[in-house]
């Protein structure tokens, strides 16, 4: 009598499932999944998660069940069997500017964590992950980058453009009309008017805020079907794309693709100078950063940093230019982004989920005649990429910058220093704070917060009041969504005794974009001898979790143990030892 039962050999396509379903012993198992729909032929299928992040509370997600199907039937056409299971998602428009925004980064580990629990509990062949606001992207990338089993991820596309008049609108004007408002430029019923056309239907926020610029990445780093991200949330097209990505995943579950094929140095490296070149959020860097360390890359922030000295911005997109993802989708999408770069050897040619190499994708490109979305390589709209990272006094683990919507290498100001978001967006509005001004923001990075909340309030309101002579460093971060000559992620950050939480209302900060400085005219030295860090805010439960746990913004803010050492660039090292 056998006493054991081995583990059975698994069947072509069915790695790792079988040890659910296969053998005398996995009765029971079987009868659950028999009663969940599964069949004696369907034992010997892969089984695909589709995890979801749909939700009824964003446009962001609320069509994500309806993508769901269209992937579910690729998935049963290409002989898969498809098991769907949802995951929590946080909405950064809804949050911004509330204590609720503490939870939006914080909600990227939870996603990635529960997409891992559920495929790894039933030991799953692949994963589609369908995913929508900003933290999803990130997060489903980390989770398949973590677990290196076949996976992809499908994003649910932009929204469409709202329309005032004849103008085409995004969200962006709505947070600006909300300053334009507070200096009484405008009126309840403008307001009102903004707010009601900003967002049309079903889709993620429409310019090149965060959320487009990670579907973008995802695409160019080849774990995303190229393609299948650019196509708007409300297009008919939507629904081949989505059958497209059930077939393909089952197509990598029998070739044993793994998700690290795809998720390599080379193709980091690539996804960094797409966001660079398409003029992308400077949450990039944190997201690029956190995935590579998933995967156990060696690629970090100054490498996202080079992307954007080779790479000049070419799209003229929001929040810095004119137009929005669906009229780049319009204009050749991606693809044509894609074949530009190839086209100037800034990118190099690495594997895609399509099966197809990255260059191959991207030499199927078409620009639509006469399209003034997509620049060239030697008539760029921008010399320098999107952003970059600076050191120096005030963030010695450095800052990221961003440099679209404005031509501003060099600020002076005196410091005008808040220990919150809400306080900073108050004196804005009561117009304590002005043209000249360096605001300061701090105690909202990662463990200050906790949860390093974005401050597209406050840029916005800046921006609606007509304040441009400004200059804005924060621990936390800024939504893809700002603009203007603000510097976000400074670390170390003021909570864990970052320089920044030394600075004092009145201190002359200057900011060194060419040198890649930020100092402060003061002796921080002197100044921390007698300094008593202030005691952090309360926290509970998986905040006080993640405050716990959280790593510096320089190292992508994981919460996986040991994360690697930030990167710092030699020469700036070299000039932090000459001063001291």
């Known amino acids: 009598m056998t006493t054991q039962d081995p583990t059975p050999e698994p069947k072509a396509g069915n790695r790792r499932s079988a040890v659910v379903t296969q053998g005398p012993n996995r009765a029971a198992a079987r009868s659950y999944l028999r009663a969940a ?72 580990e939870v996603v990635a964590d529960s997409i891992e629990l559920a495929v790894e509990g039933h030991q799953l062949d692949g994963v589609v992950c369908i995913v ?22 499908y994003y649910g596309g932009t929204i469409m453009p709202g329309v005032i008049g004849s103008k085409e609108v995004s969200v962006q004007e709505v947070f600006e009309a909300i300053g334009a408002h507070g200096a009484g430029t405008i009126d309840d019923e403008q307001l009102k008017m903004v707010e009601s056309a900003v967002c049309p239907g079903a889709g993620a926020c429409g310019g090149q805020f965060t959320a487009n610029t990670m579907a973008m990445a995802l695409a160019v780093m080849g774990i995303s079907p190229m393609g299948a991200n650019d196509v708007p949330a409300v297009d008919p097209a939507k629904a081949a ?30 996804a960094a100078v797409a966001v660079s070149a398409s003029g992308g959020s400077t ?30 911005v070419i799209c003229d997109l929001k929040p810095g230019g004119r137009f929005l993802a669906s009229h780049l989708y319009a204009a050749g999408g991606t693809r044509l982004v894609t074949q530009r770069l190839a086209e100037a050897g800034k990118i190099i040619n690495t594997p895609t989920v399509s099966g197809r190499s990255l260059f191959a994708e991207a030499a199927e490109a078409e620009e639509t005649p ?29 800052a990221i910058i961003k440099l679209t919507g404005h031509k501003v290498d060099r600020f002076e100001g005196p410091a005008c220093v808040f220990d919150s978001e809400e306080d900073a967006f108050h004196a804005v509005q009561d117009g304590s704070v002005g043209e000249g001004d360096v605001i300061i923001i701090r105690y909202e990075g990662p463990k200050g917060g906790p949860g390093m909340r974005e401050m597209l309030q406050v840029t916005a309101a800046l921006k609606g009041r007509g304040i441009s002579d400004v200059a804005l460093l924060t621990d936390g971060r800024f939504s893809g969504a700002s603009y203007g000559f603000v510097a976000g992620h400074v670390s170390p950050e003021a909570a864990v005794g970052g320089p920044i939480g030394l600075i004092r209302d009145g201190d002359r900060i200057t900011i060194d974009v060419t040198n890649r400085r930020i100092d402060v005219a003061a002796d921080l030295a002197a100044r921390r001898k007698d300094f008593v860090l202030p005691p952090m805010a309360p926290a509970h439960g998986v905040f006080a979790k993640y405050r716990a746990s959280v790593a510096s913004a320089s190292q992508g803010a994981v919460t996986i143990p040991n994360p690697p050492q930030a990167q710092t660039p030699a020469s700036i090292t070299a000039k932090e030892t000459e001063k001291a």
């Open 37 to 108: 729909g599964m069949r004696d032929a369907d034992f010997d299928k892969p089984m695909i998660a589709i995890v979801n992040t749909w939700s009824t509370i964003t446009p962001c997600n609320m069509h994500l069940n309806r993508l769901a199907n269209d992937v579910r039937a690729g998935i049963i056409a290409a002989g898969g069997w498809p098991v769907d299971f949802n995951t929590v998602m946080v909405t950064d428009g809804i949050s911004m500017g509330t204590p609720g925004m503490k939870a939006s980064l914080i909600s990227r």
């Open 132 to 153: 929508g606001c900003d933290k999803t992207i990130p997060a489903a990338a980390m989770a398949l980058a973590r677990m290196d089993i076949p996976g992809l991820v």
């Open 241 to 270: 794309e989505g059958e497209r990505c059930g077939r393909l995943i089952v197509e990598r579950v029998f070739a044993g693709d793994s998700a690290r094929k795809y998720i390599t140095r080379a193709s980091l490296k690539n």
């Open 283 to 312: 949450n990039a860097v944190m997201h690029l950063t956190a995935i590579a360390i998933e995967a156990g890359v060696d690629f970090g922030v100054e490498d996202c940093h080079q992307a954007c000295v080779e790479a000049p």
């Open 370 to 398: 006469g399209q003034v979305v997509v620049a060239t390589i030697d008539q760029p709209i921008m010399e320098r990429g999107s952003y970059a990272v600076i050191y120096g006094d005030v963030a010695p683990e450095g």
